[in-house]
T-cell receptor, first 114, second 109 residues
């Protein structure tokens, strides 16, 4: 158990809908990262928050947004969902920045868009 | 820029050695290695930092050639538990950590 909690574990929703994925980082970790994993693309970095502020941005679509709250939990919002958004979404956390710190991954949320 | 990993897949017998390579077209400050078993989350193995510092696993070793922008992960006397997909990650600055497509390692008894 990494100490990172993601909910829900599975989500099935229709195209055009909006969903929210939730992540609670390990106790004491200030950074939260979101990754998308699909079969053909591997692990794609989406976005990082550090202590409530956006720190780094990857290949995150405009339809997607995230935030980190004062209690350090984070939410990833996916809207106008398309079939291609079906993937495993991981949240990870670390004490500091990502360049020289190990990250701990949650068990992921499997999103299926039908 | 996504780092390139090779080989894409390896099948070994228990006790054999494996080397997984990771190369980048960009200058590297650090290289991160993670292993993911099927249906599970990626798990941290090691970070190699510019200047030679390493943080990580005591049964797995790795090298980091800053000039060639390459890293290699060495798995010696492989065990069944080593099976999984190995990812290298580079970057970690403003663009975040970018992972390669992974190397699938299968260890057979």
């Amino acid at each position: 158990d990494s100490g990172v909690t993601q909910t829900p574990k599975h989500l099935i929703t229709a195209t055009g809908q909006r969903v929210t994925l939730r992540c609670s980082p390990r106790s004491g970790d200030l950074s939260v990262y979101w990754y998308q994993q699909s079969l053909d693309q591997g692990l794609q970095f989406l976005i990082q928050y550090y202590n409530g502020e956006e720190r780094a941005k990857g290949n995150i679509l405009e339809r997607f947004s995230a935030q980190q709250f004062p209690d350090l939990h984070s939410e990833l919002n996916l809207s106008s969902l398309e079939l291609g958004d079906s993937a495993l979404y991981f949240c990870a956390s670390s004490l500091g920045g990502q360049q020289n710190t190990e990250a701990f991954f949650g068990q992921g949320t499997r999103l299926t868009v039908v | 820029q996504q780092p390139v990993q090779s080989p894409q897949a390896v099948i070994l017998r228990e006790g054999e050695d494996a080397v997984i390579n990771c190369s980048s077209s960009k200058a590297l400050y650090s290289v991160h290695w993670y292993r993911q078993k099927h249906g599970e989350a990626p798990v941290f193995l090691m970070i190699l930092l510019k200047g030679g510092e390493q943080k990580g696993h005591d049964k797995i070793s790795a090298s980091f050639n800053e000039k060639k922008q390459q890293s290699s992960l060495y798995l010696t006397a492989s065990q069944l538990s080593y099976s999984g997909t190995y990812f290298c990650g580079t970057g970690g600055g403003a663009d975040g950590l970018t992972f390669g497509k992974g190397t699938h390692l299968i260890i057979q008894p």
